[in-house]
């Protein structure tokens, strides 16, 4: 995973980074979103990161094995 100081154009799971918080899931789909911008679970949408917020990401989609 990689940490993103702006939001990236990558469609993915990612973890919304700010000091002093507990880290919040997020979504980037950029089809679904816009470019530049991201959806918390909660119904947010978000299209800045300041200059000490984050993201971490995208996650990995988990292996199955049959």
């Known amino acids: 995973m990689e940490i993103f100081h702006t939001i990236p154009d ?3 799971l990612y973890w919304y980074i700010v000091p ?3 880290p ?8 679904r ?7 918390g679970f909660n119904g947010r949408k978000q299209s ?4 000490n917020e984050y993201l ?6 988990p ?3 049959q």
């Not at 979103?33 to 959806?39: E, H, P, R, T, V």
């Not at 800045?48 to 200059?51: E, N, Q, T, V």
């Open 48 to 51: 800045w990161l300041r200059d």
């Open 10 to 12: 990558i469609d993915g």
């Open 20 to 22: 002093g918080q507990k």
């Open 24 to 31: 919040e899931p997020v979504l980037v789909d950029v089809e």
């Open 63 to 65: 292996e199955i094995k």
């Open 33 to 39: 979103y816009g470019s530049g911008k991201f959806a």
């Open 56 to 61: 971490v990401g995208p996650q990995l989609a």
